[in-house]
Nanobody
Framework: QVQLVESGGGLVQPGGSLRLSCATS????????MHWVRQAPGKGLEWVAA???????????GYADSVKGRFTISRDNAKNTLYLQMNGLKPEDTAVYYC?????????WGQGTQVTVSG
């Protein structure tokens, strides 16, 4: 059974930091490209960041312009876990954050974790 379980969300003041985690099971984590995607209230899905499968020498991490320089995506293939370190949070970062696994025609989604940035 495939599972992706996000955690680490919460309420934080502007300028603060949070670290999201996505614990996975039921599929070969290291073979999948992994993404963070968010959905703000009343808006559609917004891609946030991606990291290549494997995480070896051909390491790739990409970011939306809105988070570049503030967020860092990483993965631990030994723990089958994806991370998103979020620094310098802004009110416009308020959203439900989802992890998304992608490999060829297979894709899986987590249930999301709420991040609220408010003073």
């Amino acid at each position: 059974q495939v599972q992706l379980v996000e955690s680490g969300g919460g309420l934080v003041q502007p300028g603060g930091s949070l670290r999201l985690s996505c614990a996975t099971s039921g599929f070969t984590f290291s073979s999948y490209w992994m993404h963070w995607v968010r959905q703000a209230p009343g808006k559609g899905l917004e891609w946030v960041a991606a990291i290549n499968a494997g995480g070896g020498p051909a390491f790739y991490a990409g970011y939306a312009d809105s988070v570049k320089g503030r967020f860092t995506i990483s993965r631990d293939n030994a723990k089958n876990t994806l991370y998103l370190q979020m620094n310098g949070l802004k009110p416009e970062d308020t959203a439900v954050y989802y992890c998304h696994a992608e490999f060829l025609r297979d894709e899986y989604w987590g249930q999301g974790t709420q991040v609220t940035v408010s003073g």
